[in-house]
T-cell receptor
Framework: AQSVTQPDIHITVSEGASLELRCNYS??????LFWYVQSPGQGLQLLLK??????LVQGIKGFEAEFKRSQSSFNLRKPSVHWSDAAEYFC????????????FGTGTLLAVQP | DGGITQSPKYLFRKEGQNVTLSCEQN?????MYWYRQDPGQGLRLIYY???????QKGDIAEGYSVSREKKESFPLTVTSAQKNPTAFYLC?????????????FGPGTRLTVT
């Protein structure tokens, strides 16, 4: 079955430290991959997406993600975290059919300490 | 300003009552989606629609119904048959129905049933 796994439920980093959020997928073929961010009580905002080509993808707010086919991973990174990055982050995968349905991971809640 | 609106932001109902959540988009998107979000479970797809007057069940459609009479509107009805309706509901839309297009999310409606 197709699935997206985010192994870390909750991560705490210090402001200014680097960040890596993990995402692994299980899919029949290489899926389209997305990272979304959600502030409390709000909708989701797209950070970045991978369709094909360059495996290092740049997104908004200084985020980037690297697609690694051999590891079935699409980890999100940021070199220096700001307090405003505290939010919940969702990895999603889609593709392989005639619809644009997405499968979401369960999310990683990021806390930033001063 | 183009976007997706969901109303109301908070909704309270008594058990046994049907309730309809509104979702409107002015992005001229073909596809629309309804998700349910519960803590620790990520987003789960309830229903989606690729074209006016057509919609398909997602992974957790039991106890829900939808309609798509207009391209810009995709209301969700939570019926009394839904065993655990209290949740955060998110509506999304996508420019095309084919795989690979990102989904744009509304701000969500928090439904509480007592």
């Amino acid at each position: 079955a197709q699935s997206v796994t985010q192994p870390d439920i909750h991560i705490t980093v210090s402001e200014g430290a680097s960040l890596e959020l993990r995402c692994n997928y299980s899919y029949g073929a290489t899926p389209y991959l997305f990272w979304y961010v959600q502030s409390p009580g709000q909708g989701l905002q797209l950070l970045l997406k991978y369709f094909s080509g360059d495996t290092l993808v740049q997104g908004i707010k200084g985020f980037e993600a690297e697609f690694k086919r051999s590891q079935s991973s699409f980890n999100l990174r940021k070199p220096s975290v700001h307090w405003s990055d505290a939010a919940e982050y969702f990895c999603a995968a889609g593709g392989g059919g005639a619809t644009n349905k997405l499968i979401f991971g369960t999310g990683t809640l990021l806390a930033v300490q001063p | 300003d183009g976007g997706i609106t969901q109303s109301p932001k908070y909704l309270f109902r008594k058990e046994g009552q049907n309730v309809t959540l509104s979702c409107e988009q002015n992005l001229n998107h073909d596809a629309m989606y309804w998700y349910r979000q519960d803590p620790g479970q990520g987003l789960r797809l309830i229903y989606y629609s690729q074209i006016v007057n057509d919609f398909q069940k997602g992974d957790i459609a039991e106890g829900y119904s939808v309609s798509r009479e207009k391209k810009e509107s995709f209301p969700l009805t939570v019926t009394s048959a839904q065993k655990n309706p209290t949740a955060f509901y998110l509506c999304a839309s996508s420019p095309r129905t084919a795989a690979g297009y990102e989904q744009y999310f509304g701000p969500g409606t928090r439904l509480t049933v007592t």
